[in-house]
């Protein structure tokens, strides 16, 4: 798939984030510097302070679903001990395993939840300002493998990882002016730009950076 690949410098970027982040005690401000003063509130919302324990336990959910349908896979495959019991057994168990996957309801209620928090809008706002604002002018239409992308917040989703899912929180739930301009860059995700390679100073973006025509 073609993206959107530039190059940029890494210290300034730095800088960019922490400089936007330091503006939490100022919301008009910092939503000025982003240009997003049509949506003023968000960037208010953003800028206070909440709780992502829901991320932590939907993340916990998730991981729960995932030994689940292990759970079911291996019976159905003959692989559980349970097939010592006889089939009628295996299919009894089978069946209350699935009834039980079905408590569960949709999962992409929980990604969706996150991906709308003010916060979280605000964070990627302020990656892609810092990204932008530090690229070199050598925006180019890249043929990418699409595999080989990194989506750190949709990898925890993905994978259930609990873990991962408490790191991000805690990150989160930091006054605005505590979050780790490392952390933004590295282990989150824009509105615009995807992911980059740290090393080689190279950015990943949906669309043409600002300012830009990404030809």
Known sequence: M?????TFDVEQANAKAAELLALGDTPDRLAERLGTMHDL??????????????????????????ALEKQIAELKAGKSMIRFLGSGFKEKQIAKLEEERKKFGSLIEAPRWFYKQPRVRLLSAIRDYALDSSQQGDAVWTDIDEKKLV??????????DVAGAQALAGELEKPLKDIAPRFLLEK???????NFDLEKGVAIYYAPVSGSSGT
């Open 151 to 160: 989506f750190p917040i949709v990898n925890i989703f993905e994978s259930a």
């Open 41 to 66: 509130s968000m960037v208010k919302e953003g800028v206070a302070v909440a709780s992502f324990k829901k991320l932590i336990e939907e993340v916990g959910r998730l991981r729960q679903f995932i």
């Open 188 to 194: 989150f995700e824009g509105n615009r730009s995807i």
């Open 2 to 6: 073609y993206l959107i690949t530039a």
